[in-house]
Structures are given as structure tokens and as C-alpha cells.
DNA sequence: GAATAAATGAGAATTATTCTCATTTTTTAT
DNA sequence: ATAAAAAATGAGAATAATTCTCATTTATTC
């Protein structure tokens, strides 16, 4: 598993308690989590000021993702260099959220589809994300 | 333009003045509104409270879509019979969220992937929603 | 190891949203 | 058209998520 200590100080930022903790508990799990299922990881261990203070001291250094999940709860998830683009796939059922990965044909053709409507609304896009939403049919504990 | 009434009746629910006025105010604009700038839209003629009871009345008879922009602030849009399928795009100085339709080749070629995806995570997708993040070079009053 | 800078914890403040309940409006049945 | 019943509204209280404040603790620098 990486390290937690290395991975604040080559961001050049103070290598803290809190920050470790936070780091490990989103290393732990492959898959991200919403705030509070984190904040329940780590109970009493991190006040909740400073939990989400760590969150945008992550973000600021460019490793942590943030978005919503379909009920508008936040949801985290670290992202080291080595990741690499992804998206994310949502059970309505159990709330799990799955990381997934799309081909390149489709990447291929995303990028054909942006190159057009940066030229029909003259925008410069930056960035991307897509969301799927479905059932976990029989995959998981929780969704019968 | 559309009557709010007749949509109102057509789905079977009550008509009511706080209701009309919020499927106006939706009906006036052609891309989404946050909450907010719907609510200052609205100034004075509808209860904060009543604004969130209309709001959770029309995604019950799924006439409105809801998400959340970058800052996580909510967005909502009429989503009428007519209207077809579409996605997002959001310019990140001026705020400004723009709908946008992608080519056949695109969702042809994501047809192809979800069906990949549900083999493999034994998973049913019934939607998804793509959302494009970029800067308007020069189309808007708000950015220079 | 001392001085300086930065981060933390606890809880108050803020913001967005939902809830409560007495009153008003709309619908239904005559 | 009217009365009774059902549903929706407004105002503000309650709740939940997040940010802020500030005195204390911890990390970094020299």
C-alpha cells in the first residue's frame, strides 16, 4: 500500500495526524465513499471540522476527487498518479458506487463529439465526467 | 409557449398559483437555473418552503430534472415530452450551464460500452448523464 | 531545541432543505 | 353554484451538511 506520509510531503504540504488518517482510511477502499461513511470510519479518531478541512486541504493538492452521489450525499475518493481515468456507476439499490473504465473507442469518440461543440458554443472544455445509474442484479450483498 | 395549467392537469395534480408560476419561471429560460436564481426569479410570490414542496411535486410526476453544478449547488430544468435527450456543459467563470444533444456515433458507441459494462458487473444501467466542464472563450457578457 | 508557522478540536455560525401546523385554496360531489 | 373534504400554502422552527472562530496543540524551520 502507498504511503500516507510520503504521498503529503511530495505535496509539499505538513504531514499531520489527521491527514494520515484520512489518507488511509480512502486507501483502504478500492471504491470511493460518501463523507459520512468515512466520517464512520474514522470515529473519534478525526473531529469533523477538521475532516473536512483535510477534504479541501485534498483538493487543493489535486488528489482528491469529489462528486455526488444520485441521493446528493457527497462522495470522495483519492486519485494518485498512477490512476488513471474513470468513471462511475451507481446501484439505486445499495448505493454502492463502482468505479469503471471505458473503452477507447468510446474515449475516441468522446473526443471527436467535444472537438465539435467547443467550436458550435466557442468553449475550451476541460474536463469530463459520466455517471451511469442502474441495479446490481445479484453482485452484491445487499441488493437482493 | 407551453401552459403551465394544461401541464399541471395532464399529469393529474392540482393546480395551484405556486405551482404555475414556478413551471413559468422554468418555461421562461431555456437552459437550468439553480435553486437560487430560481427562488430571485420568483421574489416575493412563492414561500422558500413552498418552492421546495413544488419543486419535489414535479420530479414526483417526472417533469423535472435535477442536479447539482460544480459548486454543488442544486440546478433544476422542466423536462417536457419534447424536450429529448441531453446533457451538460458548464462554464466555470461565469457559472453559466448549457444543454447540449451529442451526436448518433456517441450514443451509439455508448450503447455498446453499457452493454459491456452490464456483462461485466452484473449490473442493469437504466440511465446515465454526462457532464462537460470548460470556460466559454468569448460567447458570454460574464467572461472576457 | 526554540521560535515560528501551520493545523487541530470543539462548538458556534451558516446554508440548504425539510418539517409542522394553522390557514387558505382547490377539488369533488351534490 | 355551493358545501364538505382533500390538498396545498406560508411562516417559521427543525435538521443536516459544511464552514468558521479561536484558543490550544503539533509540525516545521533554523
Known amino acids: 500500500m502507498k504511503d500516507s506520509k510520503q504521498i503529503l510531503s511530495d505535496h509539499k504540504v505538513s504531514v499531520t495526524n489527521p491527514r ?3 489518507i488511509e ?3 483502504e477502499n478500492n471504491n470511493p465513499l460518501t463523507v459520512d ?3 464512520l470510519k474514522l470515529k473519534n479518531k478525526v473531529a469533523k471540522s477538521t ?5 479541501n486541504d485534498l483538493k487543493k493538492i489535486n488528489i482528491l476527487n469529489e462528486f455526488t452521489n444520485p441521493e446528493n450525499a457527497t462522495v470522495v475518493e483519492l486519485l494518485l498518479e498512477d490512476d488513471s ?5 451507481f446501484c439505486s439499490d445499495c448505493g454502492e458506487i463502482i468505479d469503471i473504465q471505458m473503452g477507447d ?3 475516441r ?3 471527436k463529439e467535444i472537438k465539435r461543440l467547443e467550436k458550435k458554443f466557442n468553449f475550451s472544455i476541460e474536463d469530463h465526467r459520466l455517471e ?3 441495479k446490481c442484479t445479484d453482485l452484491c450483498e445487499n441488493c437482493s
Not at 85 to 89: I, V
Open 51 to 55: 475532516l473536512y478541512r483535510v477534504l
Open 105 to 107: 473507442e468510446f474515449e
Open 109 to 111: 469518440t468522446l473526443s
Open 25 to 27: 482510511a480512502l486507501l
Open 132 to 134: 451511469l445509474f442502474g
Open 85 to 89: 481515468h474513470h468513471h462511475h456507476l
Open 20 to 22: 494520515i488518517l484520512v
Open 37 to 39: 461513511e468515512l466520517q
